[in-house]
């Protein structure tokens, strides 16, 4: 499987549209980043984690499920680095593939020492926008599609039956 953990404040802090909401709210930026990573995740089928510290939201450490996301809020005391490192540790094995998105350059040596890929918050920003685009094109391409029906009928019948659907007769 397939598992993509996410640096979640270091997202936020590199895409234009989450720093603009963090300006006014670091909770919708959370947000936001959650709704993005949900339609990441059900168009790849990825197992999708994203890790936000406790800088922000201090507390005990605290896991919650969102339209099939994984959110991890760490101990006060842990870094997202430090616990991206054991999430990682835990799930890379021969079965799973672990990326791991971020831009902190320290955090991606370690995690390419523990066998995990990198993302890069620009590269993952692309193929966002790439999903989007190619969920734009899926959509337009069934719009295009008529309907088949289920008796197939000459054409003239299935005109006169649009008359009267239509009440032209």
Not at 21 to 27: A, E, F, L, R
Not at 141 to 165: A, C, G
Request: charged fraction near 35%.
């Amino acid at each position: 499987m397939n598992v993509l953990v996410v640096d979640g404040y270091n997202i936020i802090g590199a895409w234009d549209e989450l720093k603009r909401i963090k300006q006014s709210s670091i909770g919708q930026a959370r947000d936001r980043l959650i709704e993005l990573l949900a339609e990441y995740q059900a168009y790849t089928g990825m197992r999708v984690i994203v890790v936000f510290d406790a800088y922000y939201v201090k507390g005990i450490e605290s896991k919650l499920k969102e339209y099939q996301v994984e959110i991890i809020y760490t101990k006060e005391k842990e870094t997202a680095d430090e616990c991206i490192e054991r999430i990682v540790k835990g799930l890379k094995n021969v079965i799973n593939q672990v990326y791991v998105a971020t831009s902190d350059y320290a955090e991606q040596r370690t995690i390419f020492s523990r066998g995990a890929l990198r993302i890069s918050a620009r590269e993952l920003y692309i193929e966002l926008k790439d999903i989007d685009r190619e969920i734009e094109q899926q959509v337009e391409q069934h719009k295009k599609v008529k309907p088949q029906t289920k008796i197939p009928l000459d054409e003239h019948v299935l005109e006169k039956f649009e008359k009267w659907r239509r009440g032209d007769t």
